[in-house]
């Protein structure tokens, strides 16, 4: 049995990906890092409860590149081998892309390649869609259009709301995002 694979999770919200991928961790992966370009991030508050290492730091003032260059080597003074996008709200630049190539993943909220970028939900019901979901992709330096590495799809109902889909995709997510990590570190 090999070591768990030491994943960093990167978060500017409420985190619920992140609690889902730290809830599910065991054999397959451990979270060394959950890391954060908002310091007031709800989810950080909740993973320093739960005792996993944080850090935090805003670009502003400092600007991408040296933000960048800190959390790069943070990610790796932690043993980081993965990183797991949740709800990270930036765009990474495609220096850091390439540095960490084929080792970082997203989850994002909709059957990819339909709705890439934001208003996803939204955009499946003005559509008509009969189906919306998430996906699990790896990141490149195009916006949502790496390798999908898994889906889930969640009907949408005839009184949907971006809201109310919004919530039952979220519980997909929280569903999909481990299983899919634990089979991709593993390959
Ligand atoms: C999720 O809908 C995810 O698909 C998208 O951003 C949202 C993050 O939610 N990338 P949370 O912070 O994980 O609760």
């Known amino acids: 049995m090999n070591a768990p694979a030491k994943i960093a999770v990167l978060i500017s919200g409420r985190g619920s990906n992140m609690q889902a991928l730290a809830q599910n961790a065991g054999d397959d992966y451990e979270i060394v890092m959950v890391a954060s370009d908002r310091?007031?991030?709800p989810g950080l508050a909740w993973a320093i409860e739960h005792g996993l290492p944080t850090f935090a730091l805003s670009p502003k003032g400092i600007g991408k590149a040296a933000f960048e260059d800190v959390l790069d080597h943070t990610l790796r003074d932690a043993g980081t081998q993965w990183i797991a996008l949740a709800g990270y709200m930036r765009l990474l630049s495609n220096a850091f892309?390439?540095?960490?190539?084929?080792?970082?993943?997203?989850i994002h909220p909709s059957l990819l390649p339909k709705y890439k970028g934001l208003d996803t939900h939204a955009r499946a019901i003005a559509a008509r869609d009969l189906m919306a979901g998430?996906?699990?992709?790896?990141?490149?330096?195009e916006l949502d259009a790496g390798e999908v590495l898994g889906q889930q799809e969640v009907a949408?109902?005839?009184?949907?709301?971006?809201?109310?889909?919004?919530?039952?995709?979220?519980?997909?997510?929280?569903?999909?995002?481990?299983?899919?990590?634990?089979?991709f570190v593993r390959r």
Do not use: F, M
């Open 97 to 106: 892309v390439a540095r960490w190539r084929g080792r970082i993943v997203n």
């Open 134 to 141: 998430c996906s699990v992709h790896v990141v490149t330096e």
């Open 156 to 183: 949408i109902l005839p009184d949907d709301t971006p809201d109310t889909l919004a919530e039952r995709v979220l519980a997909a997510e929280h569903q999909l995002y481990p299983a899919v990590l634990k089979e």
């Open 39 to 41: 310091p007031s991030a």
